[in-house]
Structure formats: C-alpha cells, structure tokens
C-alpha cells in the first residue's frame, strides 16, 4: 500500500531486486543452464546431417582428415569451455594439452552458423562426428572443411621445431648443400629494445604478409618479402634476425657468402631452400665493399630477384648491413628490399627498456641525468649498454652510474661504423673502470678489465649472434696477443 503510493520507492526496490536477482544468475550457474536447456530445445527444432570421419580406412590405414580434424579441434578456445576434456602434458616441460574426449561435444562457429563435433569410439578405432544443420550444409561445409585444412598447416607451421641450416663450404663433397641444427637463439622480437611503435609496425607488416597468399596471386605477384636490417655494430640486427623467425616460426637459412664459391653455386644454394622460410645474409654491405665473396654483383642481384624467377613462394628474406651509404642503389631498389629498418644506436628510450630487463628498473633517480647525457648527443650500442648492465647487475645504481661514465667517455662522437666493439673495449678497459669506480672499489670490474677479455667477450657476443667469422675464439686470441705485442 505504502510502496504503491511512493513510485520512488517502488522504482528503488525493481532495481535493487533486479540487480541482486542478475548477481545470483551471474555468480551460480543458472543461468548457464537455462542457456543450455534452450539450445537443447533449439536444436531438437532442426534436421541435422551426420559426417563421419573415421580415424583409419578399411586397410587400416591413417585418414590424413582425422588427424587434421583431430588437432583443430583440440586448437579449439570452446574445448576449453566445454564440460569436459582430456588434459595431456606436451612436449614442451611445462606444456599442458586439451584433448577431446568420447563423452565430450565440442561445439564451433563458423559463418555464424553452429556445428558440433563428437568423438565415437569402438573397440578398433575412433571416429570424429560432424552435426551440421542441413539448412547451413550448402552454404558451409566445403569452406567449413577448407578452413579446418588451413587451420591445421597454421598449426603445425608453429608447432614444429625451427631450424638453422648453414651452407657448408668446407667440405667439398657438401658444397653448396645445407647443414642444419636446431635453432634455439634466445632472443624474440620482444626482447629487442626498439620504438615500439616501429616493432608494433614491423609486427604487423610480418603478419599481414603471412595472411596475403591470394592477394599476392591476385595481382600475380609471388608471396614474398625482403627486409634490410641497417645500423652500426651491437644495436640488434641479428638478435631480430632471429625474433623474426620465431615470430614467423620459419626455418632460417643463414648464407655465408664467403663460403658460396660462385654465382651459380648461390643459385643452387637458393633452390636448395624450402617455402615457408627465411633467408638471411648478414652483413652484405662488407662482402661487397671488401670483396671478400667469390660472388658477384650481379650474382647477388640474380639471387635477389632468382627467389621471384626460380624458387616456389612463402620465402622471407632478410639482409643486414652496417650502413647502406656504400651500397650499390640497384641492390636496395624496392622489389629487391621492400622494408628498410633502421637500428640506431641506444637512445634513452631504449636505455630504459634495458634498464628495465636487465636491471628490473622502471625508474631510479639517475635517471634524470642519463637523459641529461644522452641529449648531449653521448651514444653507445644497446650491445654496449646492456654488457655493462649485466656486469654490474648485483648492484643497479653502480650500473647506472658504470652507464653514465661510459657514455660520457663516448660522447664526442666519434665512432667509427662498425668499430663499436673497439671502442666499447678501450672504454671499458682502463680509462672507463678509472671513471667508474671508486678508489679501491670493484665497480664495472666483473665485466671487462683489459682490452683482450673485452676482445674475447666480444667475440662470444658475436659468436652468439651466429657469426661464423666471429665464432673462432682462437683467431680472436691470436688478433690479441698480435695487437698486444
Ligand atoms: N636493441 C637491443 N635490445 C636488446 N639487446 C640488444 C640490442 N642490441 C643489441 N643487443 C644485445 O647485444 C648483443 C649483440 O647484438 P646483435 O648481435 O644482435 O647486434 P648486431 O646489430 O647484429 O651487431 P653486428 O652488426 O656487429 O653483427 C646481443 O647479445 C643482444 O642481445
Ligand atoms: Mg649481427
């Protein structure tokens, strides 16, 4: 009576009582069982059509389709939501996987229309049940299985193991043929301080090259892409090289011209390669300013170009140089190179991602002055930078200040195009530890204290950035002592 008389209050109350009746819904699950009980009634309201994909043939043979169907199903985020499933650990030590069950329906959507899936089991085999609606069968079922097809290639690409396959030279009975190991460099592209707005860039580049198969047939173009990586020593060249390659999950192949013997000996070793990969050569500029390759230019261009004349397609390749000012233009014109990306020596925002993973610092007081430093114009590599970060670890402020030493002693400018790890030497030794530290203290001394140990940690930071010619630590050694002498 009273509520009747106060619409206000009646108003309040719906709300309230509203509200608390969708909390109850929301937080139990009867609401989700409502939504089942009405699809139930739904689909009894269709005729639905049965396909049945048998795991073996009548030779007992693997239907190629089971397996397919098998493993986008498990791919499936709805099996995840589902009632029930299968949980298996993978390859991977922490990996854990989802597996249909017998008792399980997984439903999917495709074209907004629904479609479920079952597992039958009998004492020989296993069989996959498709229910479609026989309404949706003509407009679904061959793009439904067309898009099951691609979804298990995209599966597999990424679930297979990448490798690295080197041309071996130094044999002469496996010239010109590839050698593989598996490809286990630690760096992605994440872990690669750059802009993130370019990272972001190139990401997206990278993918919607992967998703461009027709397109590029469309304008009867063959599905390729070739990056150059350009920027002095120690910014990250090769440490992207390899994040490309797991973000595309791509069998690399890492040519070492010095091993190629002639023109055709590249071409062969270009035919030799696989689709759904990437072809690498790095440093290209100091092959073709020394010489130091039995390959010609015009060999070097016919490779370039031969991926469009003579090899499939799906091939991504990538080039690094130090500078592109030597370069002859003809090499970097647009089809040769479609995407030019610049590694520029560390600036302060890439000082601060370092500072962040290697030292766990998103802020810190020295900061201010570090920024300070590098607007005088003071830049070392993120190699370099990062290398006194890891030596001086147990300790962020000595780092910061190891940093800021470092750049001030670097700051006239003077580097020389790949003389960076020289410099970072003489800088770490002597003067820069003198700077560093305090008297009778360690500072900056777990890293580097002569210019043969920096010689030699240089050579196994570029022993891991897969160099061969930076990979004989003796022929460092010998450089040493000669230097020494
Ligand atoms: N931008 C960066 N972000 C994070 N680490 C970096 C970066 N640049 C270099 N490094 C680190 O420095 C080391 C050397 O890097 P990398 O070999 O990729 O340089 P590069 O540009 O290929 O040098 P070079 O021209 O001498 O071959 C690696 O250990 C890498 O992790
Ligand atoms: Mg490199």
Redo the contacts with the bound molecule.
């Keep these: 009576m009273f509520l009747s008389s106060n619409p206000i209050l009646l108003l309040g109350l719906i709300i309230t009582v509203s509200y608390l009746l969708l909390r109850f819904l929301h937080k139990t699950s009867i609401l989700y069982t409502l939504k089942k009980r009405w699809r139930l009634i739904e689909d009894r309201s269709h005729v639905y059509q049965f396909y049945k994909v048998p795991q073996f043939n009548e030779l007992m043979q693997e239907n190629q389709l089971y397996r397919r169907v098998f493993a986008y199903l498990n791919s499936l985020s709805s099996i995840e939501d589902s009632d029930f499933a299968n949980l298996f650990s993978g390859n991977k030590s922490n990996e854990i996987n989802l597996f249909i069950d017998p008792n399980q329906i997984v439903v999917d959507t495709f074209l907004s229309a629904r479609v479920y899936w079952s597992c039958e089991r009998d004492s020989r085999s296993r069989a996959l049940v498709l229910k479609i609606r026989r309404s949706d069968k003509r407009k679904i079922l061959r793009p439904y299985l067309q898009h099951v097809h691609a979804m298990f290639d995209e599966i597999e690409q990424r679930r297979k193991e990448v490798k690295l396959y080197i041309n071996a030279g130094d044999e002469p009975e496996r010239n010109g043929r590839w050698r593989s190991i598996p490809f286990t460099h630690p760096?992605t592209i994440e872990?690669?301080?750059?802009d993130s707005d370019l990272k972001n860039k190139i990401k997206s580049d990278l993918e919607s090259f992967l998703k461009s198969k027709q397109y590029y047939h469309r304008l009867g173009r063959v599905w390729k892409r070739s990056y150059l990586l350009y920027?002095p020593?120690?910014?990250?060249?090769?440490?992207?090289v390899a994040g490309i390659a797991k973000f595309l999950c791509y069998d690399v192949y890492d040519i070492d011209l010095s091993k190629v013997i002639n023109d055709s000996d590249l071409k062969m070793l270009l035919l030799q390669t696989t689709n759904k990969s990437m072809i690498v050569i790095?440093?290209l500029d100091r092959y073709l300013a020394e010489k130091s390759t039995a390959v010609s230019l015009s060999g070097i261009l016919n490779f370039m170009d031969g991926i469009i004349s003579c090899c499939g397609e799906e091939r991504v390749m990538v080039f690094?140089m130090?500078g592109k000012d030597r370069i002859d233009p003809t090499v970097l014109r647009p089809g040769r190179i479609d995407v030019h990306i610049h590694?520029p020596l560390c600036d302060f925002s890439?000082f601060k991602t370092?500072a962040n993973s290697h030292l766990g610092l998103k802020e810190h007081k020295l900061f201010s002055q570090i920024e300070e430093v590098f607007q005088t114009g003071s830049s070392l590599?993120?190699?370099e930078i990062?290398e006194i970060m890891i030596s001086n670890r147990t300790s962020p402020s000595r780092a910061l200040k190891c940093v800021i030493s470092a750049l001030q002693t670097n700051g006239d400018g003077s580097r020389g195009m790949g003389r960076v790890g020289q410099q970072l030497g003489e800088s770490t030794s002597g003067r820069f530890v003198e700077e560093c530290g305090e008297p009778g203290s360690i500072f900056c001394r777990e890293g580097v204290h002569t210019m043969k140990e920096f010689r030699k940690l240089y050579g196994l930071?570029?022993m891991?950035?897969g160099?061969k010619d930076s990979m004989d630590l003796d022929s460092v050694e010998k450089e040493n002592s000669k230097q020494e002498t």
């Design positions: 760096s872990t690669v301080a750059m920027g020593s120690g910014t990250g060249k090769s440490s992207f790095e440093d690094t130090n590694f890439a370092l590599s993120p190699a990062g930071l570029r891991r950035s160099r």
